[in-house]
């Protein structure tokens, strides 16, 4: 079994990529989730961010928008002395803000997923790269994302961030041609 030659040999790492990168996601707290994730990875490593991720869970009430959008200056106090996030206090003040434009947006178009999905024409783009050296860090349509993101009032959102969840959040399939879950992606 081949994987993309991006993937180190890290546990978490590889049962993300075996399980989880690429598969189309609509669930809305999936999306606010990986937005999240996909923000506070900026400047960082992500499997760092991959070994937080139950402390993000934990912190952002399952990346629930309603509860989330609640938090108070306190509540945002409190998280940054968390060890089991990032302790960057734009990128935990980004996560509520964003929370509350998630809610706007749903409120707007029925979910974040029907927002989402529609920068991207509705259906996952099947890239065929034979080596991830190939694959740009940023297109057209994740720059577009980022712009609708920025108008809307959201937070850590640029076209680099934008690309990495579509990625992530199979909006994109950027498995390497070679690698075994390019296929099963691009079969869902």
């Known amino acids: 079994m081949r994987r993309c030659g991006w993937v180190p040999?890290?546990?978490?790492?590889?049962?993300?990529?075996?399980?989880?990168?690429g598969v189309p996601s609509y669930d809305d707290m999936h999306l606010f989730e990986m937005l999240t994730l996909?923000?506070?990875?900026?400047?960082?490593?992500?499997?760092?961010?991959?070994?937080?991720?139950?402390g993000y869970r934990k912190a952002?009430?399952?990346?629930?928008?309603?509860?989330?959008?609640?938090?108070?200056?306190?509540?945002?106090e409190k998280l940054l002395e968390d060890p089991g996030i990032v302790r960057n206090r734009l990128k935990v003040i980004s996560t509520v803000?964003?929370?509350?434009?998630?809610?706007?947006?749903q409120r707007e178009f029925g979910s974040l997923?029907?927002?989402?999905?529609?920068?991207?024409?509705d259906r996952p783009r099947q890239n065929r790269f034979k080596d991830y050296m190939e694959i740009l860090p940023e297109t057209d349509v994740s720059r577009h994302m980022s712009r609708e993101l920025k108008k809307r009032g959201f937070r850590?959102?640029?076209?680099?961030?934008?690309?990495?969840l579509m990625e992530a959040v199979g909006m994109v399939n950027d498995?390497?041609?070679?690698?075994?879950?390019?296929?099963?992606?691009?079969?869902?």
């Open 9 to 21: 040999e890290e546990e978490a790492y590889i049962a993300y990529h075996d399980t989880e990168w």
């Open 38 to 54: 996909e923000g506070a990875q900026a400047g960082l490593s992500w499997s760092t961010i991959l070994k937080k991720r139950e």
């Open 60 to 76: 952002f009430a399952g990346f629930d928008p309603e509860k989330v959008a609640r938090y108070s200056e306190g509540k945002v």
């Open 97 to 105: 803000n964003n929370a509350k434009a998630v809610l706007a947006v």
């Open 113 to 121: 997923s029907a927002f989402l999905w529609g920068l991207v024409g």
């Open 156 to 164: 850590f959102v640029g076209p680099t961030i934008c690309y990495a």
């Open 175 to 188: 498995h390497e041609a070679g690698c075994f879950r390019y296929s099963e992606i691009k079969s869902l």
